[in-house]
């Protein structure tokens, strides 16, 4: 099969490689249809080197059709068209079943002490062959995988891979009050669908900040009060409490993460460990990894007393420094964390209707064959021609 592979730093490639198989008798194995690009992606094609190889196979955001199931798979069958969610849960453990998919006990990488297995996300994650690709072994037949009708568009479903399910856990962790005001950091494909979903849940005020132009005009155009970043600097906090009586929003979802950094110490740190071997980049990464703090710092400032902030952008970093007096003496909740997939599919399923509330139709700004996904992921990581969410289909 095809499949788009990690080669080194800004350097992905489409290889023939051996196709998957039934390995588990509950194990099912999905011909690809669609398949997204997301941002987590770049942290791969950017600076999380030391945690692949050369040919792992990338993207966890894939749904299609079932094209073969192992004996003991009662739950979906051949042609079955399916959704697979970018975390790998068991759906029977403890965790799973206080809806906490994202640390399934069955598939918690316990070697690297980090949680559920994902999709082509690194040895971090399991180190498992990803969905950008033209098949796909998807373990837990019977549990793991999301079934939808057969007629409409692909782009109608595949967002609950990760996308949906990621800004609807923001949201919910950002704890809005009816009526109240939020502040979206970061109006990527995440930051974007998260405003999305709080205007929908009766926010009265959303506040997007970025400074990409394209995100800036498509998050407005949906009812978003939009900041440049570029405009504002660190006055963004003075100017979102000039919008909310001098207080600040409720609540923040820091929707950036470590794809904050700049021309700063933390990303020539970054930088550096991927230029290591792997055992010394891994070293370095795991022990010494710090990320830029500059959209979180800005999270703590715009938040209101009392008001919670909801972390979904990815951090890397393991000695990244927080502002720990002002948040004490601000009073601010903090929640976060990978978004557990299977949780809110529930939620998000019933809204994706010919209704289209959520605008998920017309969500991706680019939908390219398989074949080039190398030339999307430069686009994508320069911010160019508009790309804010791409999708592929192999």
């Known amino acids: 099969m095809r499949a788009l592979t990690w080669h080194g730093k800004r350097d992905v490639r489409i290889d023939t490689v051996p196709d998957p198989k039934i390995v588990d008798p509950t194990d099912i194995i999905v011909r690809v249809t669609s398949t997204g690009i997301c941002g987590s992606d770049l942290h791969l094609y950017e600076v999380l080197g030391p945690y692949l190889d050369p040919g792992d196979i990338l993207g966890h955001e894939p749904m299609g059709i079932v094209e073969e199931v192992g004996p003991e798979v009662t739950a979906v069958a051949v042609g079955d068209r399916v959704v697979v969610p970018f975390n790998i849960s068991c759906g029977t453990c403890w965790m799973c079943g206080q809806g906490l998919h994202s640390q399934c006990e069955t598939t918690q ?12 996300f690194s040895k971090l994650y399991g180190q498992v062959p990803g969905g950008q690709a033209e098949l796909l072994r998807v373990p837990f037949g019977n549990t793991l995988p999301v079934k939808v009708p057969h007629g409409p568009p692909d782009q109608r479903y595949v967002y609950l891979s990760d996308v949906l399910p990621t800004a609807w856990q923001s949201v919910a962790y950002a704890d809005i009050p009816q009526g109240g005001t939020v502040t979206v950091l970061g109006l990527g494909p995440i930051g974007d669908m998260a405003a999305r979903i709080a205007l929908h849940q009766g926010a009265s005020k959303v506040i997007g900040v970025d400074l990409v132009p394209e995100r800036l005009a498509r998050a407005r155009a949906r009812g978003v009060h939009t900041l440049d970043l570029n405009d504002h600097g660190k006055s963004v906090g003075d100017e979102i409490r ?7 929003t409720d ?9 904050a950094h700049g021309g700063t110490l933390a990303r020539a740190a970054q930088q550096f460990a991927g230029l290591l071997p792997d055992a010394l980049g891994e070293k370095m990464m795991g022990r ?26 990815v951090y890397g970093g ?12 601000k ?14 599919v529930p939620d998000i399923l019933p809204l994706l209707n010919d209704a289209d509330v959520l ?10 064959p398989l074949e080039e996904g190398p030339r999307a992921y ?12 791409t999708v592929l289909t192999p």
Do not use: C, Y
């Open 242 to 248: 000039s919008l909310t009586e001098g207080r600040g």
């Open 251 to 259: 609540a923040v979802i820091e929707a950036v993460g470590m794809e």
């Open 359 to 368: 605008g998920v139709d017309d969500f991706a700004t680019h939908t390219l």
């Open 331 to 344: 009073q601010i909740q903090l929640r976060m964390g990978q978004a557990n997939v299977k949780r809110w």
């Open 378 to 389: 430069k686009t994508f990581q320069a911010k160019e021609d508009g790309m804010i969410k």
């Open 109 to 120: 990488v316990t070697e690297r002490g980090t949680g559920a297995s994902l999709f082509g």
């Open 288 to 313: 010494a990894g710090v990320d830029s703090m500059a959209a979180f710092n800005t999270a703590v400032d715009a938040v209101r007393r009392g008001g919670t902030i909801s972390v979904i952008g």
């Open 318 to 329: 393991a000695i990244d420094p927080m502002p720990m007096l002002t948040m004490f003496d």
